[in-house]
Each structure stands twice: as structure tokens, then as C-alpha cells.
């Protein structure tokens, strides 16, 4: 599969906010979403961000470092937001039933690198990087994602 790229430069928390609230105005069930960086890049800050603008401001998403997986009903689809970084084999992804989520959720995985070969083919990955002076997401994809990061970029 050819894949493209974009870059998004993140200069503080609302631009992260920004983000991810434009990722979900354009998620379709199926979707998932690979966020890779470092402790502290900003993961789970879009991940809420993208949760939070489908199902309301008010609510709570926790991280799910300890508990591996957090679930959230929409009104068109089923929201998985992993947390893989205390994985230990990627069998432990297929247990906990993300592969069966990946064809009727949206899932946003944080530590994807530990999924292997069981990552989908089609996934937009994210790859969230800290400088001294800001934040930037890497943002790689194929034709699934090709319209919509346009939209994405747009409105970020």
C-alpha cells in the first residue's frame, strides 16, 4: 500500500484539542488510529480531545495505561481507546478483543508498536513528537485517510 504524509506542528494544548476534535468529526466506523511518541507527546490528551467532541465536554476519559482498554457507545459506533504499553505479546492485543474492534469500532491504540503484523493495514498513524518548543504530529496514511486528512489539515 503507498502511503502519504503530513505534518502537523502542535504549539501547545489547544492545537493537540484541535486535532483531535478534527479527528473525529471525520472517523467512520472501521477507523483506527495508531498514536506513537514518547511519555508525555500528547497521546492521551488527543485521544480525550477526539472522545470528548463525539460524546460531549463534560465527559470522563480516563487513561487506560492500568486497565489496557476503555470503551465508549456513540450513537453510529463504539470507541476503543487502548493503552498496549504494558503488553507483553501481541496475543494479549487479540485477548482483550481489539482485532475483532478494529472492523466495528473506531479505535484510537496508544503504543501501537506493540500490536506487530496485527495492525491494520489501512490505519491513519500518528506519530506525536516532543521539542523544546512545541509539539508535532507526523501524520502517515494511505487512500483510506487521503480525503480526510485534507479536511483534517484544514481544520486543525
Do not use: N
Amino acid at each position: 500500500m503507498t502511503s502519504s504524509q503530513a505534518h502537523i506542528s502542535l504549539p501547545d494544548a489547544g492545537a493537540t484539542d484541535a486535532l483531535g476534535a478534527a479527528l473525529a468529526r471525520v472517523a467512520e466506523r472501521g477507523d483506527c488510529i495508531l498514536l506513537s511518541g514518547q511519555i508525555g507527546a500528547g497521546k492521551s490528551a488527543l485521544a480525550r480531545a477526539f472522545i470528548r467532541t463525539l460524546l460531549g465536554p463534560d465527559t470522563e476519559v480516563p487513561s487506560p495505561t492500568f486497565t489496557l482498554v476503555q470503551t465508549y457507545e456513540h450513537s453510529d459506533f463504539e470507541i476503543w481507546h487502548a493503552d498496549l504499553y504494558r503488553l507483553s505479546d501481541t496475543q494479549e492485543a487479540v485477548e482483550l478483543g481489539l482485532t475483532d474492534a478494529f472492523a466495528t469500532a473506531v479505535c484510537l491504540i496508544e503504543w501501537p508498536d506493540l500490536l506487530g503484523d496485527l495492525a491494520p493495514e489501512d490505519a491513519l498513524h500518528i506519530h506525536l513528537t516532543v521539542d523544546p518548543l512545541a509539539h508535532d504530529a507526523l501524520l502517515t496514511f494511505g487512500p483510506r485517510w487521503a480525503a480526510r486528512v485534507t479536511d483534517i489539515l484544514a481544520h486543525a
